[in-house]
């Protein structure tokens, strides 16, 4: 029931919102992954993004997609932490895990089965539509399951249809960049600089408007 | 005929355009095959977006009334959207945008509603004067003259304007008249959009002297001229087939569709070259996108529904 729930919600609301009232455009959808375990990693500048990434990926797949997401803000009330856990799918991740405690496990268990992750390395939303600082859990997640491979994904436009704060969604075409996968090359200090480099270079492809 | 929405000249006309598709679609066929090192992926992804615009067009024609309003309605706010997306806007005038991208269904319910009197106001006088209002709320006065011109330029142009090929399918007393307003808006808007592939023709064959340097560099006095006189000779062809007009407002109307796509095409082009983008978009393959394909309309649809009305209606 809540299976076929999470579908009809993947297959017309989502893809209404995301096809019909924003619309994209994608440059090489093709890199995405085609089968799990595997990482999508992403600049983060509205709820919406996860949306977006979910839906650039056939609808067969979707019971294998795992946004991964702070369980603070998404486990914070029982009807958001229901929709969050069986509508939308997520890992919960803590963002000030306790000592002792693996806060990578639910990811760890997820990559075991196949699944594919999406991970926003920003950690938050943040300022709409500039780039953050990358957090290492990603690293960390990578250096386990050094075979898995990690796309990154620069999305934008995102921020400015819906930004955090605003309830209000304002139509925009939104682009999404597809960067060729990265693979574990030892050390993390190494893998997180190559992520950064590999956003950034997807972000100078396009030729934004200015929005302040 | 009662099952279409159309009499039969619309669809005699509209089997002729997807008799010239196909002619269109061998053509690049057997070119390709005659040289098979040669690429021709550019001119086979525009010839089937044509089969695409063409299809869905004419579906949303030939069905009913209503579904050709909500098909306009629906290109433009595609346009507005694109629009929107394409120029630097203020974060502050979030919700000033969404309520410009509002007067889109109130303007063409008023087209459903055929009340003309308010159709040619609404966004002239109601709409320019509300958004600034609304901006002044939100208190940002940073850019404010820009970001005000800029909104309502989008909806006079990409609503406003483009709405009035809605229009002619509700024009009172068009329904008695040769095919209907259907049959005014398939003139117009086959006449614009040949009128801009004639350009090219021309202007890639025979074009030599530029006649527009600094906006558009690729456009020749040959291709103006020669597309215009193409477009003339088309609209006295088919004026008699699908609209009320005798052969000298034919003619004249096809200077008017002619000279005009003309300017809305160069106009959309400085718009772009200001931007610093070559295309407006990437939504239909081979040709960019929205703005790319109904810049010319922005200027003949508004032009053309005054000069009929004027003269029959």
Not at chain 1, 57 to 86: I, K, Q
Not at chain 1, 108 to 118: F, M, N, Q, T, Y
Not at chain 2, 110 to 126: D, E, K, R, S
């Amino acid at each position: 029931m809540v299976r076929l729930l999470r579908f009809l919600f993947f297959a017309v609301l989502v893809r209404l919102v995301v096809l019909v009232v924003l619309g994209l455009n994608v440059r090489r959808r093709e890199w995405l992954p085609k089968a799990g375990p595997a990482l999508i990693a992403a600049n983060h500048n509205s709820h919406l993004d996860t949306l977006v990434l979910m839906s650039l990926l056939p609808l067969e797949m979707l019971p294998r997609l795992r946004p991964v997401a702070a369980m603070d803000y998404f486990l914070g009330n029982r009807l958001l932490a229901w929709f969050a856990l069986h509508i939308i799918g997520i890992i919960p991740l803590s963002r000030r895990p306790q000592r002792g405690s693996d806060p990578l496990a639910g990811c760890a268990e997820a990559l075991e089965r196949g699944d594919i992750l999406l991970l926003f390395p920003e950690g938050s939303r943040g300022e709409p539509e500039r780039l953050a600082r990358f957090k290492t859990g990603i690293a960390h997640l990578t250096e386990r399951f050094p075979q898995v491979p990690v796309t990154p994904v620069f999305l934008h436009g995102l921020g400015k249809a819906l930004p955090k704060g605003e309830g209000l969604l304002v139509p925009f075409f939104c682009d999404v960049f597809v960067g060729e996968a990265l693979h574990w090359e030892g050390d993390r200090a190494g893998f997180m600089a190559g992520l950064e480099r590999a956003t950034a270079r997807l972000a100078d492809e396009g030729r934004f408007p200015s929005w302040d | 005929m009662n099952w279409l929405a159309v009499k039969l000249p619309v669809l005699v006309t509209l089997g002729g355009i997807f008799a010239v598709l196909l002619i269109a679609s061998l053509t690049v066929h057997l070119l390709q095959r005659r040289s098979p090192g040669k690429s021709y992926g550019e001119l086979r992804s525009r010839v089937r977006s044509w089969w695409v615009m063409v299809g869905v067009f004419s579906l949303a024609m030939v069905l009913n009334r209503n579904i050709s309003l909500v098909f306009f309605a629906f290109m433009s706010f595609l346009a507005l959207k694109e629009y929107f997306s394409l120029i630097p806007t203020r974060r502050a005038d979030r919700r000033v945008l969404f309520w410009a991208y509002l007067a889109i269904p109130l303007q063409y319910y008023w087209v459903a509603q055929a009340w003309y009197g308010m159709f040619i106001i609404f966004i002239p006088v109601y709409a320019f004067l509300f958004l600034p209002m609304r901006m002044v709320t939100i208190g940002e006065t940073r850019d404010f003259l820009k970001a005000a011109g800029t909104i309502h330029w989008g909806l006079m142009t990409l609503v406003f304007s483009l709405s009035h090929l809605a229009f002619l399918l509700v024009l009172p007393g068009a329904e008695d008249k040769a095919a209907g307003g259907p049959g005014l808006v398939l003139f117009l808007v086959l006449l614009t959009e040949s009128n801009d592939v004639a350009q090219y023709v021309w202007g890639k064959s025979l074009g030599r002297r530029k006649i527009i340097p600094k906006v558009s560099p690729n456009k020749t006095w040959a291709g103006f001229l020669g597309g215009v006189a193409t477009t003339t000779a088309l609209a006295v062809g088919l004026a008699p087939w699908l609209t009320p007009m005798d052969l000298e407002h034919a003619a004249m109307a096809g200077l008017l569709i002619g000279i005009s796509g003309f300017v809305g095409d160069v106009v959309v082009s400085a718009l772009k070259r200001d931007l610093g983008v070559k295309d407006s978009g990437a939504l239909i393959p081979g040709h960019g996108g929205v703005l790319d394909r109904i810049d010319s309309l922005t200027y003949t649809a508004p032009l053309f529904f005054h000069f009929i009305r004027y003269l029959y209606f």
